[in-house]
């Protein structure tokens, strides 16, 4: 297993598009989470799952995000109607459930650029 | 106010030098604390963590922890040009870690 995989890397779009994000954690880790990091600042919380239940939502997942997991693996975030405050890198992190608070695991993330 | 408070530096030191590092917070829930090391287009990698009150070593990295006056540290000894990079700490109020609480991030550049 080679770590956290996101997908794409990088994603320009235009404002007012509808944009989706693949995260791929690490094969035995039941839980993933997501954060947004813009330009000098740190990651910031979006939501959280454990398996296929999305169970915490932060104030900054907006009606216009949607994410989901299903079946527990792969996680997906939809942006949509995207707007230029928007942009930022989107990371995923995955963790086992006993390793809890010190056992994430980051993936290089999806540098989102909305013109 | 912000829950943690980090500046962003940006921290320049000559190789071999040691580094000091810290965050303040201000939410006395918090239990766990950690600090993250991220090289640019990068994510965030585990550095370092600590549980409660007190010291941690770790090769050439201590983390401390004084939570009478809500303040953590990371210190680099010996610093190296590879330890060039932004380093967060992260702090949780659950050992379950289910949201972090990131500081902005120091960047630290070591020249040789």
């Known amino acids: 297993d080679t770590g956290v995989s996101q997908d794409p890397r990088h994603k320009i779009t235009k404002r007012g598009q509808n944009v989706t994000f693949r995260c791929d954690p690490i094969s035995e880790h039941n839980r993933l989470y997501w954060y947004r990091q813009t330009l000098g600042q740190g990651p910031e919380f979006l939501t959280y799952?454990?398996?296929?239940?999305?169970?915490?939502k932060s104030r900054l997942l907006s009606d216009r995000f949607s994410a989901e997991r299903p079946k527990g693996s792969f996680s997906t975030l939809e942006i949509q109607r995207t707007e230029q405050g928007d942009s930022a890198m989107y990371l995923c992190?995955?963790?086992?459930?006993?390793?809890?608070?010190?056992?994430?695991?980051f993936g290089s993330g999806t540098r989102l650029t909305v013109v | 106010q912000k829950e943690v408070e980090q500046d962003p530096g940006p921290l320049s030191v000559p190789e071999g030098a040691i580094v000091s590092l810290n965050c303040t917070y201000s939410?006395?829930?918090?239990?766990?604390f950690m600090w993250y090391r991220q090289y640019s287009r990068k994510g965030p990698e585990l550095l370092m963590y600590t549980y409660s009150s007190g010291n941690k070593e770790d090769g050439r990295f201590t983390a401390q922890v004084d939570k009478s006056s809500k303040y953590i540290s990371l210190f680099i000894r010996d610093s190296q040009p590879s330890d060039s990079a932004t380093y967060l700490c992260a702090m949780s109020i659950n050992q379950a870690g289910t949201a972090l609480i990131f500081g902005k991030g120091t960047t630290l550049s070591v020249s040789s």
């Open positions: 992190a995955s963790s086992l459930g006993i390793s809890g608070v010190y056992g994430y695991t």
């Open positions: 939410n006395s829930a918090f239990q766990y």
């Open positions: 799952f454990q398996n296929e239940a999305q169970l915490e």
